[in-house]
T-cell receptor
């Protein structure tokens, strides 16, 4: 049971380059999220998708775009990477039911922008 | 929005109890969560408590909720070196939605 899978796990970019982080979940969850984690800052929500076909901004959306490709996949794109985007990025998903606030996380994508 | 505050570090000796504290601002939250992040990994749900409960116990874990003071704590009894991790308090917020707001995380360091 794979859960939430993120690719790539590691990436080094030069300032101005673009890249897409991929995320897929196999739990038939409706909602998906992208967070970034920085030392001392905890997790900050970048974008989320409450259901297939919808996306909304989170706390720190500037410099990012997202695509909810289908129910399984939610990608995060950096159009012109900046050193301030050096971070660990986590994709998460959540389903319906009693524990609607429970998020299932991927293992993270570690991005360095030089 | 929701503000969730945690201290950043806690150091304990193996076998002692650990208490990790969290305060939050939004009183309409239905569930409150504790997540654990081990080194190099993503977050995993550790436990949760309904807002109408004062305490929940699950083996070595005890969650205490003081709604009046908006204070949540996680107690780990008989702390082991394998408990060394970052612990996040998470409270659903953002206008009453289900999306949790995470605290900054408390790094628990367990000394042998």
């Amino acid at each position: 049971n794979a859960g939430v899978t993120q690719t790539p796990k590691f990436q080094v970019l030069k300032t101005g380059q673009s890249m897409t982080l991929q995320c897929a979940q196999d739990m038939n969850h409706n909602s998906m999220y992208w967070y970034r984690q920085d030392p001392g800052m905890g997790l900050r929500l970048i974008y989320y998708s409450a259901s297939e076909g919808t996306t909304d901004k989170g706390e720190v959306p500037n410099g990012y775009n997202v695509s909810r490709l289908n129910k399984r996949e939610f990608s995060l794109r950096l159009e012109s990477a900046a050193p301030s985007q050096t971070s660990v990025y986590f994709c998460a998903s959540s389903g319906q039911g009693v524990n609607t606030g429970e998020l299932f996380f991927g293992e993270g994508s570690r991005l360095t922008v030089l | 929005g929701e503000d969730v505050e945690q201290s950043l570090f806690l150091s304990v000796r193996e076998g002692d109890s650990s208490v990790i504290n969290c305060t939050y601002t939004d009183s309409s939250s239905t569930y409150l969560y504790w997540y654990k992040q081990e080194p190099g990994a993503g977050l995993q749900l550790l436990t949760y408590i309904f807002s109408n409960m004062d305490m929940k116990q699950d083996q070595r874990l005890t969650v205490l909720l003081n709604k009046k003071d908006k204070h949540l704590s996680l107690r780990i009894a008989d702390t082991q070196t394998g408990d060394s991790a970052i612990y996040f308090c998470a409270v659903p917020g953002r206008g009453g939605s289900y999306i949790p707001t995470f605290g900054r995380g408390t790094s628990l360091i367990v000394h042998p």
